[in-house]
């Protein structure tokens, strides 16, 4: 779980820009903070829409960072990087079964991966993409905007579970109203087949919804991810 302790403060989007700021409106005064996400984040960008964020700690270029926004669909959590911070936090043994936490951020070859997981002496790895972009009857798709390093991920996962490694792929719909996930193929078909490929090879493939508050954030039941 990840716990704000009432940390968070409220506020009204003005607009983003430059892909790493948003201004917001708090009591009439301005703010600019950092915003912790590079993708399109289709649909949250809507100026008044309550948000939240929180101070940084010291030494950062901005002081405040964004963190949450309210829509007509739900709240959803725009910084990307809380999906990794939930996962490495959460048991994930109840879906992947005797597993335990060994590190984020497993260094492979060349290339770096989210999670390694260890049942027994065996690593197990994990990559995870924050789902945020909600369309119509609850539908979480991914990506926002076409992703050429998801799909390196993919591959990577699919070359990895072909040597026998154990690998798998985990969608977390950072997003109150997402009940369903699946990749987005009209904008990013290439993601999609690289989904099927990494299937086909033997790459685990789940998908998670999430409780978001001002308070925190917690992993929630496992939902449907549709692949084909």
């Keep these: ?89 959460t048991d994930l043994s109840p879906w992947i079964p005797d597993v335990v936490f060994v590190r984020r951020e497993p260094t492979v070859g060349r290339h770096r991966l989210d999670l390694q997981l260890n049942r027994g002496d065996r690593p197990v790895y994990v990559e995870i993409k924050s789902v945020t972009l909600c369309e119509d009857e609850y539908l979480g798709l991914f990506p926002d905007a076409p992703s050429q390093r998801a799909i390196q991920h993919l591959n990577l996962l699919a070359d990895m579970a072909t040597i026998g490694l154990e690998t798998h792929l985990i969608f977390v719909a950072m997003h109150t109203g997402i009940r369903r996930v699946a990749p987005h193929r009209v904008l990013d078909p290439a993601f999609s087949d690289a989904c099927l490929r990494a299937r086909d090879a033997g790459v685990g493939m789940h998908a998670f919804g999430t409780e978001i508050t001002s308070r925190g954030i917690q992993l929630a039941d496992e939902i449907f991810l549709q692949l084909d």
Aim: glycine share 10%; charged share 25%; net charge positive.
């Design 1 to 89: 779980m990840i716990n704000y302790h009432d940390a968070l403060i409220e506020g009204r989007l003005i607009g983003r820009y430059k892909r790493f700021f948003v201004d917001i409106d708090v009591g009439g005064e301005t703010i600019t903070a950092h915003c912790a996400n590079t993708g399109r984040m289709t649909g949250l960008l809507y100026e008044g829409s309550r948000v939240w964020f929180r101070r940084q700690p010291p030494g950062r270029k901005l002081e405040f960072s964004w963190e949450l926004v309210e829509v007509n669909t739900g709240l959803a959590c725009i910084n990307t990087s809380r999906a990794n911070e939930l996962l490495a936090s």
